[in-house]
């Protein structure tokens, strides 16, 4: 049973264009929402997070926006370039509980 | 800072062999520990997570073990490996459930 489900499963963007990954959660009790970028062969790394109490968090050309009543939250990857080729992960967790439920994982690939 | 380290980085073992991977943190004191295997080119697996040294819970029954020996020493281990078990294993730390997971580097295991 996924409890966050990620989509598109892989995307193909032109160098300077917008890159947007959507996870959607189903457990409300969820309060802390993180993303993962992974290159081929390598631990994924946490890129940015979120908190329901907030809608949107950007950090560089990386933007969360958050929608608590429709529970869901995505990434955009502004004016994408082809370093940020790679696996993105999205996550959930509750304040209590050691484990992080991962959505499935997008395959971002920008052409040059 | 932190670092988290693993080893082997890439290991190639027969069907019925036994198998121990090592992780360590340092840089910080009683971590949260978390075991995770990803199949190529698929999503994380929690395997087991540790809050403290001698406490191990699994979350998936296999024929695959834990210990935690030391406060920042995390093992993984099987008796016999099944070709099922080739992948790739990355080993996290986090120091509260309601922050990120950090990744190491990763051990890629190929069953024979």
């Known amino acids: 049973q996924q409890q966050v489900k990620q989509s598109p499963q892989s995307l193909i963007v032109q160098k300077g264009g917008i890159s947007i990954i959507n996870c959607a959660y189903e457990?409300?009790?969820?309060?802390?929402f993180p993303w993962y970028q992974q290159f081929p062969g390598k631990g994924p790394a946490l890129l940015i997070a979120?908190?329901?109490?907030?809608s949107e968090k950007k950090e560089g050309r990386f933007t969360i926006s958050f929608n608590k009543s429709a529970k869901q939250f995505s990434l955009h990857i502004m004016d994408s370039q082809p370093g940020d080729s790679a696996t993105y992960f999205c996550?959930?967790?509750?304040?209590?509980?050691?484990?992080?439920?991962f959505g499935a994982g997008t395959t971002v690939t920008v052409r040059a | 800072s932190q670092t988290i380290h693993q080893w082997p980085a890439t290991l190639v073992q027969p069907v019925g062999s036994p198998l121990s991977l090592e992780c360590t943190v340092e840089?910080?004191?009683?971590?949260?520990l978390y075991w995770y295997r990803q199949a190529a080119g698929r999503g994380l697996q929690l395997l087991f997570y540790?809050?403290?040294?001698?406490?191990i819970s699994s979350e998936v029954p296999q024929n695959l073990s834990a210990s935690r020996p030391q406060d920042r020493q995390f093992i993984l281990s099987s008796k016999k490996l099944l070709l099922s078990d080739s992948g790739f294993y990355l080993c996290?730390?986090?120091?509260?459930?309601?922050?990120?997971?950090?990744f190491g580097p990763g051990t890629r295991l190929t069953v024979l």
């Open positions: 840089g910080t004191s009683n971590p949260n």
């Open positions: 996290a730390w986090s120091l509260t459930p309601s922050t990120g997971q950090f």
């Open positions: 540790s809050v403290g040294i001698g406490q």
């Open positions: 457990n409300t009790a969820f309060d802390y």
């Open positions: 979120i908190r329901p109490d907030v």
């Open positions: 996550a959930a967790s509750i304040s209590w509980d050691y484990k992080l439920s």
